[in-house]
């Protein structure tokens, strides 16, 4: 495999991840989350960047995402493989499909259960900033729209198996009950939020939906790592 493809971790810190997400004291969460997303590329030993909120460029979530996409481009790289902090059983095996996938001059969708994906692989010539802007982003239309774009540049596309995104509150309710995949740390972190939150939904009903399905996408800027040749 050759070093033609970067992976791009568009991923806030926790302390942001701690502030957009309504997970209350989840910081430790999104602490070991990052801690692992990075640790899942290192193992993959492709070049890969990391962008942060501090890193990102764009008034929306869009347009941050489509600018960091196209600053790795401008580094050189052929493929870009996409990836955020929230999916907890993401793993190695999953970017070197990716990876093998792209080469072969194919495309990579993992479809999320909210509609949208958790990883993206693309090859350069498949990249249009513009046509990428106009994609739902932060809704359930995102990975069918995804598709429609793609299949416009006759390019075969490979999906993934389909998982779960850890965005809010809400979605530690599909965690405490499967952990197939998941680290005994983040395991022991998710049941320990759900046993807090409980007091959460002990609140008046007209308050639940603002806590717990309030779910702001922003995700990095880059710190380039690239392994030796």
């Known amino acids: 495999m050759t070093k033609k493809t970067a992976v791009l971790i568009f991923a806030n810190s926790s302390a942001e991840e701690q502030m957009q997400k309504a997970i209350p004291k989840g910081q430790a969460l999104f602490d070991v989350l990052n801690n692992k997303t990075l640790k899942t590329v290192q193992r993959s030993e492709l070049p890969y960047f990391l962008y942060t909120e501090k890193e990102q460029k764009g008034n929306s979530f869009g347009s941050r995402f489509v600018n ?30 990716a990876a093998t996938q792209l080469e072969a001059n194919k495309v990579i969708i993992g479809p999320s259960t909210d509609g949208g994906f958790y990883l993206m692989g693309i090859e350069r010539s ?12 932060q809704s359930s239309k995102l990975c069918k729209s995804l598709e429609a774009v793609l299949n416009k540049t006759s390019t ?26 998941i680290s005994v740390e983040i ?18 009903n007209i308050l639940i939906p603002r806590l717990q399905f309030r779910i702001l996408f922003n995700k990095g800027s880059p710190n380039l790592i690239v392994p030796s040749l």
């Open 68 to 97: 960091a996409i196209q600053e790795v481009f401008d580094q050189g790289f052929t493929n870009i493989i996409t990836i955020g902090n929230d999916t907890p059983q993401l793993t190695t095996s999953h970017l070197i499909a």
């Open 126 to 137: 498949q990249f249009d900033a513009a046509t990428f802007l106009d994609l739902p982003w």
């Open 156 to 181: 075969e596309i490979v999906k993934l198996e389909v998982l779960n995104d850890l965005d809010g509150f809400k979605d530690l309710s599909f965690f405490r009950n499967c952990f197939k995949g």
């Open 187 to 204: 395991t022991k972190l998710i049941l320990a939020l759900f046993s807090s939150g409980k007091k959460v939904n002990s609140l008046p």
